[in-house]
């Protein structure tokens, strides 16, 4: 992947197992302190979800997660969740905070796109109505809106776009 790191920094993306449980659930529970705050939900599934569930989704197999090191340390973490034949949804982008705002998320985005199995046609996410930055970066990508469904006080913009390989 690319992105502006560090010089001399080792950029990996890799595919990542039970084995990284802890620091995955490190780095989203950082990382999702902001969307609990811009939608004022401390119930987020991000922040509540424990190490067991954590660990369950990580050992699915429909479910593949992207994680990238810096220098070993895990910096940004995605996973891709087969919906079914032909349809991928993206959950739990997410980069630590002392790393957002340098193209880490849009990269590993790209990058989980372009890894997706040859028959998804269309790659589907949400997130907060208030996330306004991600919404920008999800349009950057290609991602248009598709519908909104309430989550309680607020309400949750549907994105999809076609696959790039398909
Ligand atoms: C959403 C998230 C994953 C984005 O990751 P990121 O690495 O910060 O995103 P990027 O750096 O790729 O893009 C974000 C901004 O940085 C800018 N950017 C991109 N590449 C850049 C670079 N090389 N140098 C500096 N800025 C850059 C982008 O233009 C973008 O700017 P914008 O705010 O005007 O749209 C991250 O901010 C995050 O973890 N947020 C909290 C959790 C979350 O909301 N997850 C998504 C839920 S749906």
């Known amino acids: 992947m690319h992105a502006s790191g560090v ?39 991000a922040l509540t979800q424990t190490l067991d569930e954590l660990r369950a989704e990580l050992a699915d197999p ?5 994680g990238v090191r810096e ?7 995605v996973r891709v969740r087969r919906v079914d034949a032909v ?3 993206i959950r739990r982008l997410a980069v630590v905070p002392d790393r957002q ?13 372009q890894r997706l199995p040859s028959e998804i046609t269309t790659v589907r996410l949400f997130t907060g109505e208030h996330s306004e930055a991600n919404l920008r970066l999800y349009s ?10 309430s989550n309680g006080a607020y309400q949750l913009v549907h994105l999809a776009k ?3 390989s398909s």
Request: glycine share 8%.
């Open 62 to 66: 429909s479910c593949v997660t992207w």
């Open 162 to 164: 076609t696959a790039p």
């Open 71 to 77: 220098s070993g340390r895990l910096v940004a973490s």
């Open 7 to 45: 010089v001399g920094v080792k950029i990996e993306t890799l595919q990542l197992t039970v084995a990284d449980a802890g620091e995955v659930l490190t780095l989203q529970r950082a990382a999702y302190v902001t969307e609990a705050l811009s939608h004022n939900d401390l119930a987020l599934p």
């Open 87 to 89: 349809v991928a949804e």
């Open 101 to 113: 705002g340098n193209g880490l998320g849009s990269a590993l985005l790209a990058t989980a796109e």
């Open 140 to 149: 950057r990508l290609g991602y248009r809106e598709t519908h909104r469904t």
